[in-house]
């Protein structure tokens, strides 16, 4: 029998191994293990998301700042910095305007249903005082109609 020590020692060395390994190599080692056996390669897609190796957080990127650089969350948390300053002002004038843009356009697109919703309201209106005014001119002469003696 072995004792727990030895079997801890064996599971430390395979770990320090695969923890040098690049990351490319892992995620070979992944799709290997799901072609042989679909634990394997789970816990390896497990192991490589707990490292942060597989997300956006990468530590071989020398940033923690995540998949697109430093996202900051000032001006409604929509932009970046780019490094520059004009053109960071530049995107966010853009940004409000297109903004402004899109809040006018819905307006626009609102009048527009509701121009479209009242003037079928309208004609069914009055088609019905139509049908109305039809169905009382016809109750109004008599059953048998003029006679002709």
């Keep these: ?3 727990n020590a030895s079997v801890m020692d064996f599971l430390s060395s395979w770990y320090n191994r695969f923890e040098e390994l690049p990351t490319g190599i ?10 042989v056996f679909w634990p394997i390669g789970l816990a390896v897609l497990g192991y ?5 190796e597989m997300g956006c957080r ?3 990127s020398g940033s923690r700042q995540g998949c697109w650089g430093g996202l900051n969350k000032g001006a409604g948390g929509a932009g970046f910095s ?3 300053m004009a053109f960071d002002e530049y ?9 402004q843009d899109q809040r006018e356009f819905t307006v626009f697109i609102d ?11 309208d004609d069914f209106m009055a088609d019905r005082m139509r049908r109305k005014t039809q169905e009382n ?10 006679s002709s003696a």
Excluded at 26 to 35: E, Q
């Design 58 to 60: 990468n530590k071989h």
């Design 48 to 52: 490589l998301f707990w490292r942060n």
């Design 111 to 121: 009048q527009l249903r509701r121009a479209k919703d009242q003037r079928q309201f």
């Design 137 to 146: 001119g016809s109750s109004s002469q008599p059953e048998g109609g003029p």
């Design 91 to 99: 995107r966010e004038a853009t940004l409000k305007q297109l903004e």
């Design 1 to 3: 029998m072995t004792s």
């Design 26 to 35: 892992k995620i070979a080692l992944m799709v290997l293990g799901f072609i």
């Design 82 to 84: 780019s490094g520059n």
